[in-house]
């Protein structure tokens, strides 16, 4: 079974950071692309960034220059370091894994999904 399950989220000023994590179990993690989604109120689920096995990445355009993601393939881990955060940034985030080593910017293309973390940027 696979389970991935995020943690880091919280409330940060305007200019902040935060790092987020995600623990995968099962057998997703191995040659598979990760990648990161998020949902702020009223709004469609977002790309924010994916990585491959290899680590090659890509990273949204609203995003770029601040956020980074990276995995640990020994602690079967995905991270997100965000900084400079932006009010904008606020909403759940969410880790998601796919069958495939290529990443994707489209949520369908993932079938695995984490529960979530809120994010919350005051101003």
């Known amino acids: 079974q696979v389970q991935l399950v995020e943690s880091g989220g919280g409330l940060v000023q305007a200019g902040g950071s935060l790092r987020l994590s995600c623990a995968a179990s099962?057998?997703?993690?191995?040659?598979?692309?990760m990648g990161w989604f998020r949902q702020a109120p009223g709004k469609e689920r977002e790309f924010v960034a994916a990585?491959?096995?290899?680590?090659?990445?890509d990273h949204a355009d609203s995003v770029k220059g601040r956020f980074t993601i990276a995995r640990d393939n020994a602690k079967n881990t995905v991270y997100l370091r965000m900084n400079s955060l932006k009010p904008e940034d606020t909403a759940v985030y969410y880790c998601?894994?796919?069958?495939?080593?290529?990443?994707?910017?489209?949520?369908?293309?993932?079938?695995?999904w984490g529960q979530g973390t809120q994010v919350t940027v005051s101003s």
């Open positions: 990585i491959t096995w290899t680590e090659i990445t």
């Open positions: 099962g057998r997703i993690f191995d040659r598979n692309a």
């Open positions: 998601a894994a796919r069958r495939s080593s290529f990443t994707a910017t489209m949520s369908g293309a993932y079938s695995y």
